[in-house]
């Protein structure tokens, strides 16, 4: 099994419909060192920056006028979106409808409704809907934090602690970014990527939101009604977690985010710095580790990433052995369940 997935399917042909966000560019580069290929693109954005940035990264690939030259097409097994956010449950169900495999940026729905309408198409159709959670998915520290919790080297974890700061960027950030309809709220949008890892750390399938909180912070300089700052605290019988996002990384930060993880077992704890290690190591992925024996340090940056050739390896064979169907809808609900309490307490004060 691990020799198939460490070769990807030729097979497999991608067409791309949504270019509205950056990270378009992460997932179409990550199937195309898989091995798949891409049959084309959809030139539509709001944000043509996006464009420009995709062209000049992939001078090679096809610019198409629509959507239906893709759909259509009997060849494409696959369509991987990272369009405006409340757009892509639809275009993903529609790319369902005839017969293709979706892949999209997070978040993948911005409404339980959404998430009604793609778990029926999943159910009718046998396609897979997935969805790349970037700080796990494409963070080589985290993919190698998580195979060593499951090995036992901290013993059966308890708590995760995850924080996701991110650059606000607002004078290039496009109207629909502000626009709490568009992306569903800063606990659907970011914090999706700490409720993955919650589950997949402590080995869950399901969790409650004992406690979700979005605001916005600071001085008011425009967007008042963007919340910059959330907190979600999730908890099942044996586990805690605690995720914070926010839209305060400082310009003198040298990268967009200092996205970190903290994973705490009965046996030893681990730490991750996903992006860098301030007045540290150079570089990214840095892990640390704590056990019985001592402390160490892993440099995690050449490990080979995981997920894509996964993913390819379960649109040929229809398995799940990148991330199951169920993880990825558990992980939307949770999220739209803890965007849905914060903003009913929000509007008690």
């Given at each position: 099994?691990?020799?198939?997935?460490?070769?990807?399917?030729?097979?497999?042909?991608?067409?791309?419909?949504?270019?509205?966000?950056?990270?378009?560019?992460?997932?179409?580069?990550?199937?195309?060192?898989?091995?798949?290929?891409?049959?084309?693109?959809?030139?539509?954005?709001?944000?043509?920056?996006?464009?420009?940035?995709?062209?000049?990264?992939?001078?090679?690939?096809?610019?198409?006028?629509?959507?239906?030259?893709?759909?259509?097409?009997?060849?494409?097994?696959?369509?991987?979106?990272?369009?405006?956010?409340?757009?892509?449950?639809?275009?993903?169900?529609?790319?369902?409808?005839?017969?293709?495999?979706?892949?999209?940026?997070?978040?993948?729905?911005?409404?339980?409704?959404?998430?009604?309408?793609?778990?029926?198409?999943?159910?009718?159709?046998?396609?897979?809907?997935?969805?790349?959670?970037?700080?796990?998915?494409?963070?080589?520290?985290?993919?190698?934090?998580?195979?060593?919790?499951?090995?036992?080297?901290?013993?059966?974890?308890?708590?995760?602690?995850?924080?996701?700061?991110?650059?606000?960027?607002?004078?290039?950030?496009?109207?629909?970014?502000?626009?709490?309809?568009?992306?569903?709220?800063?606990?659907?949008?970011?914090?999706?990527?700490?409720?993955?890892?919650?589950?997949?750390?402590?080995?869950?399938?399901?969790?409650?939101?004992?406690?979700?909180?979005?605001?916005?912070?600071?001085?008011?300089?425009?967007?008042?009604?963007?919340?910059?700052?959330?907190?979600?605290?999730?908890?099942?019988?044996?586990?805690?977690?605690?995720?914070?996002?926010?839209?305060?990384?400082?310009?003198?930060?040298?990268?967009?985010?200092?996205?970190?993880?903290?994973?705490?077992?009965?046996?030893?704890?681990?730490?991750?710095?996903?992006?860098?290690d301030i007045e540290g190591r150079t570089g990214t992925n840095h892990l640390f580790l704590a056990d019985q024996h001592g402390t160490q340090y892993?440099?995690?940056?050449?490990?080979?990433?995981?997920?894509?050739?996964?993913?390819?390896?379960?649109?040929?064979?229809?398995?799940?052995?990148?991330?199951?169907?169920?993880?990825?809808?558990?992980?939307?609900?949770?999220?739209?369940?803890?965007?849905?309490?914060?903003?009913?307490?929000?509007?008690?004060?």
């Open positions: 099994m691990a020799d198939t997935m460490n070769t990807a399917p030729k097979a497999v042909q991608f067409g791309v419909i949504g270019i509205d966000h950056r990270h378009i560019y992460h997932l179409i580069q990550g199937l195309l060192d898989a091995g798949a290929a891409c049959a084309g693109y959809v030139k539509n954005t709001t944000d043509p920056k996006v464009l420009e940035g995709l062209q000049q990264r992939f001078p090679q690939l096809q610019a198409c006028l629509n959507a239906d030259e893709l759909l259509q097409n009997p060849r494409i097994n696959l369509i991987v979106c990272a369009a405006v956010p409340a757009q892509r449950a639809d275009i993903a169900i529609e790319a369902m409808r005839h017969g293709k495999d979706v892949l999209v940026d997070k978040p993948g729905v911005t409404t339980a409704e959404q998430l009604m309408r793609v778990q029926k198409m999943v159910r009718e159709s046998g396609r897979i809907f997935s969805i790349c959670f970037s700080e796990r998915h494409i963070v080589p520290a985290v993919q190698h934090a998580l195979a060593l919790v499951q090995d036992g080297a901290i013993g059966t974890p308890i708590q995760t602690l995850g924080i996701g700061p991110h650059r606000l960027n607002a004078a290039i950030r496009p109207p629909w970014f502000f626009d709490q309809v568009q992306i569903g709220g800063i606990l659907i949008d970011i914090a999706s990527h700490q409720i993955d890892q919650f589950l997949c750390f402590t080995s869950n399938t399901d969790a409650q939101v004992v406690h979700s909180h979005v605001g916005h912070y600071g001085e008011a300089k425009g967007h008042t009604d963007f919340d910059n700052f959330g907190e979600v605290i999730l908890q099942t019988p044996a586990h805690r977690g605690y995720v914070r996002v926010d839209w305060f990384t400082p310009d003198g930060l040298p990268t967009w985010g200092d996205g970190r993880l903290f994973v705490m077992g009965t046996k030893g704890s681990i730490e991750i710095r996903k992006y860098l892993i440099d995690c940056s050449n490990i080979p990433l995981k997920f894509f050739n996964q993913f390819l390896h379960d649109v040929t064979e229809r398995s799940e052995t990148c991330m199951t169907q169920a993880h990825v809808f558990k992980v939307c609900e949770l999220a739209l369940q803890a965007q849905s309490l914060a903003m009913e307490r929000k509007a008690l004060t």
